[in-house]
């Protein structure tokens, strides 16, 4: 990477590079790499695996739990453009939980090593406030999402799910099209696949969407909010 290609993609993307020393700027640019997972494959398993401050470039990463018992709960999802703390979970000392991070489409991310991003976060103060700020947000997502596993009934996690997907602007959505499978829904919001068909099969019978192959039309989106 060239120092104008990364001059570029840290003023874009990162608050605190007015902030740093020329040092600091040259630390960050020759321990930056580019790193393209293909679908599937993992990124970040556990807090033993510090693979780095992650930028996703392009493509779609899951954020999970993962339990003894073998059961999945998405934490959230990481698009072009969102950047991920908890995948170099070895610089913030607080964080006492394994979270792991799949690949769910091929996607291309930019990578800044742990130990340097976590020298930048000790001697300088911006990197240090931006890194806080960031982590307070993730964590705020995974209140959310065990609010709703907590104490949400299930139509009404499915419905929040399924308006959540339709503000994506994709051309599917565009067209009130979800493409996702029921196994897909379930991982996101933490269900069985058994429970994701039934409760859109009442949806469907309800005139709310139209079900179809590894796709769900919305065609009453008013009734759909009324839900949440």
């Not at 020298?119 to 995974?142: C, D, G, P, W």
């Amino acid at each position: 990477m060239t120092n104008d290609e990364c001059t570029d993609l840290f003023i874009k993307h990162f608050t605190f590079w007015n902030n740093l020393s020329q040092p600091e700027k040259e630390l960050l640019c020759n321990n930056v790499s580019k790193v393209t997972y293909t679908m599937g494959s993992t990124l970040h398993s556990g807090s033993e695996d510090c693979v780095g401050f992650i930028l996703v470039k392009s493509g779609q990463l899951r954020v999970y739990m993962l339990s003894e018992e073998g059961r999945e709960i998405t934490l959230y999802r990481l698009f072009k453009g969102d950047t991920c703390i908890l995948s170099a979970s070895c610089v913030l000392d607080a964080i006492t939980f394994d979270v792991f991070i799949n690949a769910e489409e091929e996607s291309e991310v930019m990578l800044i090593k742990s130990s340097v991003f976590n020298q930048l976060t000790k001697q300088n103060i911006y990197v240090e406030a931006y890194a806080s700020k960031l982590a307070v947000m993730r964590f705020s997502e995974v209140m959310w999402t065990m609010q709703q596993i907590l104490f949400m009934s299930f139509d009404k996690r499915l419905a929040v799910f399924l308006v959540d997907e339709l503000s994506k602007s994709t051309e599917s959505t565009k067209n009130d099209e979800i493409k996702l499978t029921h196994e897909q829904i379930a991982r996101y919001i933490g269900s069985a696949r058994e429970v994701v068909t039934r409760m859109l099969k009442y949806f469907a019978d309800e005139g709310i969407v139209k079900l179809s192959r590894g796709t769900i039309k919305i065609i009453d989106k008013k009734k759909l909010k009324e839900l949440i």
